[in-house]
């Protein structure tokens, strides 16, 4: 396997990349140290490579991606995995909003937080099922006009609700799942239900957060998967069909 080393420290976000660019026909893996906000990093490879991060990578990071692995020592900007098609993004620390933003396929695993409008337009199509699984807390909007696959929050190290107001809101496919023993139907957009889960909500949600925690060592599914979840989902796949002529 064939490592290449970048150091970032003070470049600009295009000189980053034309570097990234120019070993990626040849690299099996690429650490990039002392990332420090530079944008695109990843967006639309489709080599199946292996980016490891250290730092804080921009915004964009992964857009478009269909493939990469990208593994980051630190925290993350907005809009990561913008429209990505597939492959795996995991952040050992919190991320900024709009995480996953109209995903179409893959994995993002963020340990810590995620800010607003999480998993927003996320889309499933055929084999293509994209997952997002936030390990602390997120802020409003989570699911937003969310559409296909699978969003879970774990509310790691807090007892309170994990997520912010207007969950699910104009959401019409795919579901979510929340730590959590209840939740105040006032914080969910009129589109989605909260229910209890069933057997097939239990092994996929098992199969996940086994998955997730490969990823994070010093976190031990067995202990997640005994707390409560619920499960939203919409209730109607076109909630917004009295608003428009055809």
């Known amino acids: 396997m064939k490592k290449i080393t970048i150091d970032a420290d003070k470049l600009h976000y295009r000189d980053l990349n034309e570097k990234i660019h120019a070993v990626l026909a040849d690299a099996d893996e690429i650490v990039i140290n002392n990332a420090m906000g530079q944008r695109y990093i990843g967006d639309a490879v489709s080599k199946k490579v292996k980016f490891v991060i250290n730092g804080v990578p921009g915004n964009d990071m992964a857009a478009f991606m269909n493939g990469p692995e990208i593994i980051v020592h630190g925290n993350a900007q907005d809009a990561i995995g913008n429209t990505m098609n597939s492959g795996l993004i995991v952040v050992h620390g919190n991320a ?71 969950v699910g809101t104009g959401m019409h496919g795919g579901t979510i799942f929340i730590r959590t023993k209840t939740i105040d139907p006032r914080l969910l957009g009129k589109e989605v239900k909260a229910v209890e889960l069933d057997e097939k909500d239990r092994v996929l949600l098992e199969k996940y957060v086994r998955d997730y925690c490969s990823y994070f060592p010093k976190l031990k599914a067995e202990e997640i998967l005994k707390a409560h979840f619920i499960k939203l989902y919409p209730f109607s796949h076109r909630p917004y069909g009295r608003l428009y002529a055809y």
């Open 96 to 166: 900024g909003d709009i995480v996953g933003y109209s995903m179409r396929g893959g994995k993002i695993y963020i340990r810590g937080n995620a800010g607003y409008r999480v998993g927003i337009h996320m889309k499933a199509f055929e084999e293509n099922f994209p997952v997002v699984i936030i390990g602390e807390e997120v802020k409003d909007f989570f699911g937003e006009y969310m559409a296909g696959g699978l969003a879970i929050v774990l509310g790691l190290g807090t007892d309170k609700l994990p997520v912010g107001d207007f």
